[in-house]
């Protein structure tokens, strides 16, 4: 299961829309539009946080569900990276990682 269709079931769950996800997590419907349209864009670390905040889940909930074999090797190599940082150290990751996004 990629991101995307792990995002379609959460909100077929509820009975929603693409635009009633967007106004929920707080972004524009285009952002939520872009993920599953021809560009196919990944959505965020905090638009995955505002998925699991209306949806009442964890990430790890989330992710729980996701094909890795449908994460690319470097995702692949983040994630693994990700999990041996300690954990009072990880804020400064996400951080950095958000930094470089914008």
Same mark, same amino acid.
């Given at each position: 299961?990629? =991101?995307?269709?792990?995002?379609?079931?959460?909100?077929? +769950?509820?009975?929603?829309?693409?635009?009633?996800?967007?106004?929920? @997590?707080?972004?524009?419907?285009?952002?939520?539009?872009?993920?599953?349209?021809?560009?196919? @864009?990944?959505?965020?670390? /905090?638009? @995955? /946080?505002?998925?699991?905040?209306?949806?009442?889940?964890?990430?790890?909930?989330?992710?729980?569900?996701?094909?890795?074999?449908?994460? +690319?090797?470097?995702?692949?190599? =983040?994630?693994?990276?990700?999990?041996?940082?300690? @954990?009072?150290?990880?804020?400064? =990751?996400?951080?950095?990682?958000?930094?470089?996004?914008?």
């Amino acid at each position: 299961m990629t =991101v995307q269709e792990r995002i379609l079931e959460l909100i077929e +769950s509820r009975g929603w829309s693409k635009y009633k996800l967007a106004k929920e @997590i707080g972004v524009y419907p285009t952002t939520v539009y872009d993920w599953f349209n021809e560009r196919h @864009i990944t959505p965020s670390g /905090d638009s @995955i /946080d505002g998925i699991c905040t209306v949806f009442g889940i964890t990430r790890a909930q989330f992710y729980s569900k996701v094909d890795e074999n449908k994460l +690319s090797e470097d995702q692949i190599v =983040v994630l693994e990276l990700f999990s041996k940082i300690p @954990i009072d150290k990880r804020k400064i =990751v996400l951080d950095l990682m958000h930094g470089l996004c914008e």
